[in-house]
């Protein structure tokens, strides 16, 4: 089994042509809403959490054509 992170869109096409089983997508609008959340937060001095998860999503080749449109 081979898998990769961050599915890029060459990792997409790693997948479409068999040479690589899974990779995990990092959603980056996910991401940046967590942050505009954390940073309006501190601006009105609202106690801020230490870590704030974005959870990934797994991506095989059974979901892959969903994550290439991405």
Avoid: C
Wanted: proline share 4%; glycine share 10%; no cysteine.
């Amino acid at each position: 089994m081979s898998a990769g992170i961050d599915g890029t869109g060459e990792a997409l096409q790693q997948m479409a042509e068999g040479n690589l089983d899974i990779t995990v997508f990092h959603n980056a609008k996910g991401q940046g809403v967590k942050a505009v959340e954390a940073v309006t937060k501190m601006v009105k001095g609202e106690p801020v959490e230490p870590v704030y998860w974005v959870p990934f999503e797994l991506v095989t080749k059974t979901n892959e054509a969903e994550y290439a449109s991405r």
